[in-house]
Every structure is written in C-alpha cells, then in structure tokens.
C-alpha cells in the first residue's frame, strides 16, 4: 500500500509545479566563497590554475609543475599531504538540502582519512541555504520505500561485512565498525583494478580478495587515485542523506565511489543498516593545552615548526604573490582582508586588522589570559571535535589542528616575549 | 630600440600568483630570491651585505617588488647612518603610511625616520603609538624609544629591543646593559 502510494506518478498539475519551481543561481557565492579552489560545481567554471589548490598539489606530487628546480620540486612534494583529493560537487545532489546548509555553517570533520576538512567560512545562514539549494536542485525524488524492518537491518549488517564495506568506511560508533581492517588490511584494494579515474564510473569487477595484490599493486592504486582518503564516515550518512538516498547510491554509485555491483535488494538492506543501526555517542576531549616550556624559546623554532610549515600559506606576503597575500592576509574564501602576514617576524609582530577595521596585535590576551594567537589555535581542536568556539575561528583553517606540543611552542614563545 | 625593449618588459604579462606564493615564488623568482635575502641580511643587522644585495635587484620588475626594493633600500639607508638623505627617508615613509594605512610596519620605519632626522617629539609619538598597540615589528623602533627615554621606562624600551633581535649589541647603550 505504501508502494502504491509513494510509486504513483506526478499528476499533470504536480509536473507542471516542478517545471515551474525557480532555478537556483548560487553562481556569485561560489565565486564569493571561491569554492572552485578546491571544489568541481557543474556549470561553475573552475578557478584558475595558478589558484586552484588542488591541481597545484596534484601537479607538484606527480612531479608535473613547471617551476622550480628539481631539487626544488622533489623537496615540496615532501610537504605534500593534504587537498589533493577533494570531494567532486557533482554528486552533491545525493544529499540532504539542509544537512549541506548545516554543515557549511558548521562543518565536522566527515572523511576522517582526509587531512583537510571543509574549512569554517564566515557564511551566513542565507547564503548556505542558497548553496545548498543549487546543489540539490538536480535531485531526483526517490520513489521506493525505505526497509526499516529489523530483518532488513540485521541482513544489511551481514552484507556490510561481506561487502568488506569497512576497507574504505569507518562507521565510528557502530558494531560494525572496524578501523583495522580500514586502516591495515588494504583500503587500495577496492581500487586496485583502477588505471584512470574513468575507471571508476565503468563495471569492470574490481573486488580483489584481502592479500591478493602485490606491495605493486598497493602502492600503484595509492598513488594514482589515493581516493579512498574520500570515504566519508558512515556514522554520518543518516543525517546526510534520507534511506531511500543511501540505497540508491549504493545501488549506483558516482564519482569517487566504486561500483560493487550491488543488487537493489541488498543495497536497501545495506541502506536499512547505515540508516537505522544504533551508533554509540562520540567522546569530545579538546583541552589538552600544556604547560609553558621551562627551556627557551626563539623564533627561528617557532618559525619552522609551526608558522612556516602551515600558516603562511594563506598568510602571505603579498609583495611576494602579486599582491596576492591569501586568504588570511589580503583576503579570500569570502574573508575580507585582515593583514595578516605570517612569513616574518616583522610581519607577524606587527599586527592584523581586526572586524573592527582596526589594528590589533595577534598577541593580545583574552579575558581568560590566552593570547589570541593560542586561542585560535586552541579552537581548531575544538572544531575537529565537531564544536565551536564563538567569535575565535580555528586555525588552520580546514587543516588537522596544530599538535599540542607546538601550540606548547607558541604559547612559551609568547609568554617569554616572543624572543626573535 | 632599447625603450621598446625597456616598454615591451614592463608591460610583460606578470607571472601567475600563486596562492601559496611565500613557497612557491621565493624559491623561483630570483629577484624575490634576492630581496628575501636582502629581509635576512636586514634581521641580522648585517647592512652591509644588504646594501650588496640590493644592487643587484632588478628595478621595475614589477611594482610589488619594486615597492618591496625601494622599501628595504629606505631602510638599508636610514639604518648605515652614510650617506643619508633622512628628509627623503621620512617622506617616503609618510607616503608609505599614507598608502597602506593598516601596515604598522610602515608606522615604526616612519618613527624611526623621524628620530634619525632629529624630530624627537614626533619619533615618540608615532612610536609610542606602535608600543601602546603592541605591534613594534622589530628592535629599532625600541631602541629610538630608548635613546629618548630615562630611568626605568628606558631601561624597559631596552629590554624590549633586546627580545626583537639576534644581535647582542644592538640594543646596548652608553651605561646600559640589554637585559634579556
């Protein structure tokens, strides 16, 4: 009866409403956000190469960038670990509308094999529904019927084992959860028959048995997709997507996601089980701040352990870039400019313009005492952890939190007065 | 012949920017190479081999960095105590604070202009103005204050020089010792 009812067709007047609904044009903040540095939007042009993140990554790790010597070259793509692989907007339309706004306002760290994460703008709520709006404007309204039956779930959980599921997913939370087979036995082995990304999107069979494929083969699927780093963690599919979403995706999936050759049937009961499966509640630990240091501390250590490893990419000379200082100096991802150059002592000394339009030293001490460098710091480890920390914004932005050790570093550094 | 040559590399398409830029073009271009180097010879109070470098900087490459060459060549100057014109160094750090009112580092080289053209009272003000908002980029805008101040306040502007470079003379004056 259900079916019946869900399965009919559109009347003449409901088809003719949906040929009517407005188009979404999100275009302006995609541009304003600059998502095209990281992201493929249908329809959006993408950035630029010299600002487009990722294919500079790629470029510099495969050894294809055309500047630099080759000493030069091969000592950057050390440096290499993060957004080189970035989730393709393409296959956005398989999501909730509101979990995209939810997360653009609030991103969570979803793909725990992925250093970077979505990064937290300053968006506004509107814009973020406009987005998402765009983003799923192309969805198709499932018609079949979510399997919530215990029968269905427990089969699903059978199949999510068979399946092997878990070489790519983590399911944090659930029974079925299970990070060494994740993170040991192989997550290339879904892909190890994958020559070209095209291959991914065709039904050749590329299901290897565990322990199969030669040390070769790993390192080969690693290094040319490595997109199993893409996985998202399936402890979130339930607030993503409906069931019926999963189910579909399973059955046809896009993108990054080999196709398992899933029989419809089994792809419900594997949807019924994400959707449904009970999920223990996460531990949220983020003070781990230390102690100052007893032992001095300089600039030259601060420099190379934290400010010249992550930050002065987007707080840049801009002098340096064609005036081009990034995101955190001259602005950028819809921030407006706040001066803020970490590449020397002088320039990180000298201040940042604040929301008020003024100067204000990066080392002023909050009303708790913490520097407001440290604080921001401090507050990335508070995001990873899915919070928020009002009015502090963590940095870096999108990227694994500095370790505890060198924010340890900075805050002694700035305790003992910042010695250069 | 050699103006058009001279025309046709001024309006040379600019080389891409990229983002990540301080890695990218500081290993890449060789002028950036040559005025980073010139930045490190200016922190470790080596003035000398700064001025050597700065000559060999390309003039006009493009107008970041040709901004970035007459700043450092300003404060190379102002810094050897030579041959200086200090009311040209000050006139340049005016126009300079004028034109990129949120850089605080302009503010301090401006201070620091002032008191080395002998205008104590403004030097101070400026200068206090960097110190009451703590943003002072390096040591010399401390060691100005120092020279025009007394007792404990001098002794304080001291200290501070002293935290702001790697140089153990610097910030030591007739009679006072630098405390770190």
């Given at each position: 009866?259900?079916?019946?009812?869900?399965?009919?067709?559109?009347?003449?007047?409901?088809?003719?409403?949906?040929?009517?609904?407005?188009?979404?044009?999100?275009?302006a903040?995609?541009?304003?956000?600059?998502?095209?540095?990281?992201?493929?939007?249908p329809?959006?042009?993408?950035?630029?190469?010299?600002?487009?993140c990722?294919?500079?990554?790629?470029?510099?790790?495969?050894?294809?960038?055309?500047?630099?010597?080759?000493?030069?070259?091969?000592?950057?793509?050390?440096?290499?670990?993060?957004?080189?692989?970035?989730?393709?907007?393409?296959?956005a339309?398989?999501?909730?509308?509101?979990?995209?706004?939810?997360?653009?306002l609030?991103?969570?760290?979803?793909?725990p094999d992925?250093e970077?994460e979505?990064?937290?703008?300053?968006?506004?709520?509107?814009?973020?529904?406009?987005?998402?709006?765009?983003?799923?404007?192309?969805?198709?309204?499932?018609?079949?019927?979510?399997?919530?039956?215990?029968?269905?779930?427990?089969?699903?959980?059978?199949?999510?084992?068979?399946?092997?599921?878990g070489?790519?997913?983590?399911?944090?939370?659930?029974?079925?959860?299970?990070?060494?087979?994740?993170?040991?036995?192989?997550?290339?082995?879904?892909?190890?028959?994958?020559?070209?990304?095209?291959?991914?999107?065709?039904?050749?069979?590329?299901?290897?048995?565990?322990?199969?494929?030669?040390?070769?083969q790993?390192?080969?699927?690693?290094?040319v997709?490595?997109?199993?780093?893409?996985?998202?963690?399936?402890?979130?599919?339930?607030?993503?997507?409906?069931?019926?979403?999963?189910?579909?995706?399973?059955?046809?999936?896009r993108?990054?996601?080999?196709?398992?050759h899933?029989?419809?049937?089994?792809?419900?009961?594997?949807?019924a089980?994400?959707?449904?499966?009970?999920?223990?509640?996460?531990?949220?630990?983020?003070n781990?701040?230390?102690?100052?240091?007893?032992?001095?501390?300089?600039?030259?250590?601060?420099?190379?352990?934290?400010?010249?490893?992550?930050?002065?990419?987007?707080h840049?000379?801009?002098?340096?870039?064609?005036g081009d200082?990034?995101?955190?100096d001259?602005?950028?991802f819809?921030?407006?400019?706040?001066d803020?150059?970490?590449?020397?002592?002088?320039a990180?000394?000298?201040?940042?313009?604040?929301?008020?339009?003024?100067?204000?030293?990066v080392f002023q001490?909050?009303?708790?005492?913490?520097?407001l460098?440290?604080?921001?710091?401090?507050?990335?480890?508070?995001?990873e952890?899915g919070?928020?920390?009002?009015?502090?914004?963590?940095?870096p932005?999108g990227?694994?939190?500095?370790?505890?050790?060198?924010?340890?570093?900075?805050?002694?550094?700035?305790?003992?007065?910042?010695?250069? | 012949?050699?103006?058009?040559?001279?025309?046709v590399?001024?309006?040379?398409?600019?080389?891409?920017?990229?983002p990540?830029?301080?890695?990218?073009?500081?290993?890449?271009s060789?002028?950036?190479?040559?005025?980073?180097?010139t930045?490190?010879?200016?922190a470790?109070e080596?003035?000398?081999?700064?001025?050597?470098?700065?000559?060999?900087?390309h003039?006009n490459?493009?107008?970041?960095?040709?901004?970035?060459?007459?700043?450092?060549?300003?404060?190379?100057?102002?810094?050897?105590?030579?041959e200086?014109?200090?009311?040209?160094?000050?006139?340049?750090?005016?126009?300079?604070?004028?034109?990129?009112?949120?850089?605080?580092?302009?503010?301090?080289l401006?201070?620091?202009?002032?008191f080395?053209?002998?205008?104590t009272?403004?030097?101070?003000?400026?200068?206090?103005?960097?110190?009451?908002?703590?943003?002072?980029?390096d040591?010399?805008?401390?060691?100005?204050?120092?020279?025009?101040?007394?007792?404990?306040?001098?002794?304080?502007?001291?200290?501070a020089?002293?935290?702001?470079?790697?140089?153990?003379?610097?910030?030591?004056?007739?009679?006072?010792?630098?405390?770190?």
């Amino acid at each position: 009866m259900v079916c019946v009812a869900a399965c009919r067709k559109p009347t003449k007047a409901e088809q003719a409403a949906l040929a009517e609904k407005p188009r979404v044009d999100a275009t302006a903040l995609f541009v304003k956000f600059e998502c095209t540095r990281c992201h493929e939007i249908p329809n959006v042009a993408p950035a630029p190469r010299d600002k487009h993140c990722v294919q500079c990554h790629q470029q510099i790790h495969d050894g294809t960038f055309e500047l630099g010597s080759d000493e030069v070259k091969e000592r950057w793509k050390g440096h290499i670990h993060s957004i080189r692989w970035v989730p393709s907007l393409a296959a956005a339309d398989r999501l909730r509308a509101d979990w995209i706004r939810d997360f653009l306002l609030h991103p969570h760290d979803v793909r725990p094999d992925l250093e970077a994460e979505m990064p937290r703008l300053d968006i506004t709520r509107d814009e973020a529904t406009q987005i998402a709006a765009q983003l799923t404007q192309n969805a198709e309204s499932s018609t079949a019927a979510a399997a919530t039956e215990s029968s269905n779930i427990s089969r699903g959980e059978d199949l999510f084992r068979n399946f092997a599921c878990g070489r790519c997913h983590r399911f944090t939370g659930a029974r079925a959860d299970n990070p060494p087979l994740t993170e040991t036995t192989g997550r290339a082995l879904p892909l190890l028959a994958v020559a070209s990304p095209d291959d991914l999107v065709s039904d050749a069979p590329r299901y290897m048995p565990v322990g199969s494929e030669t040390p070769e083969q790993r390192i080969a699927a690693n290094t040319v997709m490595g997109s199993w780093a893409l996985a998202p963690d399936l402890r979130f599919a339930r607030d993503r997507m409906t069931t019926e979403a999963i189910a579909a995706w399973i059955a046809a999936p896009r993108g990054a996601m080999p196709s398992q050759h899933v029989k419809p049937d089994d792809a419900n009961d594997l949807a019924a089980f994400i959707a449904n499966t009970p999920l223990e509640p996460t531990s949220v630990t983020t003070n781990g701040r230390l102690p100052l240091l007893a032992r001095e501390v300089a600039w030259d250590e601060v420099e190379q352990r934290v400010f010249k490893k992550v930050c002065w990419h987007c707080h840049a000379t801009a002098d340096y870039a064609m005036g081009d200082g990034g995101p955190g100096d001259t602005g950028g991802f819809g921030f407006r400019a706040h001066d803020l150059d970490l590449s020397t002592y002088e320039a990180i000394s000298s201040g940042a313009t604040g929301d008020d339009g003024k100067i204000h030293s990066v080392f002023q001490k909050l009303p708790d005492g913490t520097p407001l460098l440290v604080a921001h710091l401090i507050a990335r480890h508070t995001e990873e952890a899915g919070g928020i920390v009002a009015g502090v914004r963590g940095m870096p932005l999108g990227l694994p939190p500095i370790s505890w050790e060198d924010i340890q570093l900075v805050d002694t550094w700035i305790a003992q007065g910042r010695q250069r | 012949m050699r103006r058009l040559a001279l025309l046709v590399g001024v309006l040379a398409v600019p080389s891409l920017a990229f983002p990540c830029d301080n890695a990218v073009s500081r290993e890449t271009s060789e002028n950036i190479k040559l005025l980073t180097d010139t930045e490190r010879m200016i922190a470790k109070e080596d003035l000398v081999s700064a001025a050597k470098l700065l000559k060999k900087v390309h003039k006009n490459e493009d107008s970041r960095t040709e901004a970035k060459r007459q700043d450092l060549t300003n404060i190379v100057t102002m810094r050897q105590h030579g041959e200086l014109d200090v009311a040209a160094v000050v006139v340049f750090f005016q126009k300079r604070v004028k034109q990129e009112s949120q850089n605080w580092q302009y503010k301090a080289l401006l201070g620091e202009a002032l008191f080395e053209a002998g205008k104590t009272d403004d030097a101070k003000k400026v200068l206090l103005e960097v110190h009451g908002k703590d943003v002072m980029p390096d040591a010399h805008g401390y060691l100005a204050l120092a020279k025009m101040s007394n007792g404990d306040e001098r002794a304080e502007f001291l200290k501070a020089c002293a935290k702001r470079t790697k140089s153990k003379t610097l910030c030591v004056l007739d009679g006072d010792t630098a405390a770190k």
